[in-house]
């Protein structure tokens, strides 16, 4: 099975960049829709981006313009550079493949924007 493993996550102030790595197994990343989601405690995962197979970007719109998914397909990693973060950007931070899970969930990695 594939495995995800995410990093990169942090405690910035408001206003700050954190870039965020999922790093696949396989060289898969490039072969699917994949997808960052966040999580709060007693809240479903919600889906803040995606990067398709061919290369399009899908935002939500509380992140648009602040977001960008990019991918290297040598390293096997997925990349979201994250800027002018905003404390309800705090949450934990999954990759995976979206539409289609194409891996069980990971650890995920924190961020925190304190307020």
């Known amino acids: 099975q594939e495995v995800l493993a995410e990093s990169g996550g942090g405690s910035v102030q408001p206003g700050g960049s954190l870039r965020l790595s999922c790093v696949a197994s396989?060289?898969?990343?490039?072969?699917?829709?994949m997808g960052w989601f966040r999580q709060n405690p007693g809240k479903a995962r919600e889906l803040v981006a995606q990067?398709?197979?061919?290369?399009?970007?899908n935002y939500a719109d509380s992140v648009k313009g602040r977001f960008t998914v990019s991918r290297d397909n040598a390293k096997n990693t997925m990349y979201s550079q994250m800027n002018n973060l905003k404390t309800e950007d705090t949450g934990v931070y999954y990759c995976?493949?979206?539409?289609?899970?194409?891996?069980?969930w990971g650890r995920g990695t924190q961020v925190t924007i304190p307020s």
């Open positions: 995976n493949g979206e539409p289609e899970r194409i891996s069980s």
């Open positions: 396989q060289r898969v990343l490039s072969a699917n829709d």
């Open positions: 990067l398709t197979s061919q290369g399009v970007t």
